[in-house]
């Protein structure tokens, strides 16, 4: 019977080399001079810290760390930017935490979507942090997989383990 698995990952090191060249480009960068504006990742790089001397520096720096993100190939879907906050001396500070795996409450989301699509023979069930799908025929599976692509879910999805 065919299988695979719904997963959502982040590749942490490509996060890792975005965030080192963004902090690069904004240490060269003419009109971040006098700012004083860094980019950081924590130590156990979920999450993001962006601080400038003013909002509209942070805006630039935002924009900066998701043009890296993005060629680096990583889904915007999966940060979430927390609210600007006043920092010392009328500086500006926000957070970006990262999003990996699926929980509980997604997972409900696509047994539901895949429901949803009424396929004979198509069962799906949660694992941990990822959903496997399982069908008597592989048609029917490349057909769950193009719908959750157009499917609008808050988190990058990738399909592993596909089996015959």
């Known amino acids: 019977m065919p299988t695979f698995d719904v997963v959502s990952q982040i590749e942490m090191q490509e996060v890792v ?3 080192d060249q963004a902090s690069r480009e ?14 950081s990742l ?3 790089g979920m999450t993001v810290t962006l601080e400038s001397a003013s909002r509209d520096r942070l805006t630039a720096l935002r924009q900066v760390l998701e043009e890296k ?3 680096r ?3 915007l879907k999966s940060i979430e930017f927390g609210t600007v906050e006043d920092a010392t001396k009328g500086r500006a500070r ?7 795996g699926i929980s509980a409450d997604l997972a409900k989301k696509i047994n539901i979507h895949i429901k949803d699509m009424k396929l004979k023979g198509v069962q799906s069930q949660t694992q941990g942090d ?4 399982s069908g008597k025929k592989r048609d029917d599976l490349q057909a769950v997989i193009a719908s959750l692509k157009e499917g609008d879910f808050d988190v990058p999805l990738q399909f592993e383990n596909f089996r015959d």
Do not use: E, P, Y
């Open 17 to 19: 080399n975005a965030v």
């Open 26 to 39: 904004v240490s060269t960068r003419f009109d971040f001079k006098d700012t004083d504006s860094t980019v």
């Open 42 to 44: 924590d130590a156990k």
């Open 69 to 71: 993100l993005v060629k």
């Open 73 to 75: 190939k990583i889904s």
């Open 94 to 100: 926000q957070s970006a935490s990262l999003k990996a």
């Open 130 to 133: 990822q959903v496997r799908v």
